[in-house]
C-alpha cells in the first residue's frame, strides 16, 4: 500500500520564497487560509519521484529568473500550475462551506470535482501516463515583467473555467487549460500582443483578464476519445471546435474580471475623484479582437 504523506499545495520552496507562509488565499466560499495550512494528502512515491522532477524544473526557471528556459518546459509548467489548482480545489473538498454549520456541506462537494474528467485524471498527467496526439491541450503565457518592489507575489485562478495567472517577481504566467491551444493561436493570429514580451504589472493583469474573458467566451469545450495500450492514454480530439469559438459577451464582463480578481496590480492608475472614491484609469496597449 502506497503511503500517504501531507504535502503543501504551494510547495515550500514558493513559499520560502516570497514569504507566504502566514499569508492568506481566498478560497471558493469567500473564506480565508494561510497557505501554510493548505496542505492535502500525496501518494508519497507520486510526490517524490514524478512530481518532484516537475518541481525542480519549474523551481529552475523561477529562481534564475529564465523565461526561455520556462517556456522550453511548457508540459512541465503546465502540470505544476494545474497541480496547484487542483489542490486548492482538492483541499475545499474538506472544509465545511459555513465555519457555522459544519453540517451544511463542504465548499466542494465531491460528486462535483469527481464529475470534472480534467480534474479526475490529474494523477495520470503527473505520472507521464497521459499523450495527446496532435495537439496541445493548452494555452501557456510567459512574460518578463517591469519590476516593482511593492508586489513581488500574486496568484489568481477560476478552476471552472480552467484558467490561471500568476506573477513571480519579474516573471508572468498565464495559463488556459483544456483549450486546445485555441486560445493562443488566437492571440498570435491577431497580433493582439504586437511583439511585446515586457509587460507591466498593470499590462499583464490586464492581458491575464483578457484570457479569461476569452475562456469565458468559449462555446464549448474540446471532447476526446480516450485509447490506452495499458502504459499510457492517449488523448485524441473528438469533435474540432465551432467556428465562431466565441459567443458574444459584453465587455462590462471583462471589466469585472479586471477589477475583481486584478484590482491591487492596477495601483499606480488610481485616481482619486472629488467624492472621495477612486477610478482606475488605465488604456491598454493590445489589440484585443
Partial sequence: MDRITQEHVFPKWLQNRYELWNQQIVLKNGTRIPYRNLTIPCCEECNGTY??????????????????????????LFIWLYKIMYGIRYKEMFLPN??????????????????????????????????????????????????????KYFYASEPYKMWVAILLNDIGIVASFQDDGYIAKDVANASVLQGQTLLTISQFADFASYVLFLKARMVMLPNYLVSTDGTKYVFRIQTPLPNPLYRHEKEALLISYTRTLFGPLFEDHLVCLEDGSREIRYTSPFKYF
Fill in 51 to 76: 512530481l518532484s522532477q516537475i518541481e525542480n524544473a519549474v523551481r529552475h526557471g523561477v529562481e534564475t529568473n529564465d523565461i526561455s528556459e520556462l517556456e522550453s518546459i511548457s508540459d512541465s
Fill in 98 to 151: 459555513d465555519r457555522a454549520n459544519p453540517e451544511a456541506g463542504r465548499i466542494v462537494d465531491p460528486n462535483t470535482l469527481a464529475a470534472h474528467d480534467s480534474y479526475t485524471i490529474f494523477p495520470l498527467f503527473a505520472k507521464g501516463m497521459v499523450a495527446f496526439d496532435g495537439f496541445t491541450p493548452y494555452s501557456l503565457f510567459v512574460f518578463k515583467i517591469q519590476r516593482r518592489d511593492k508586489i
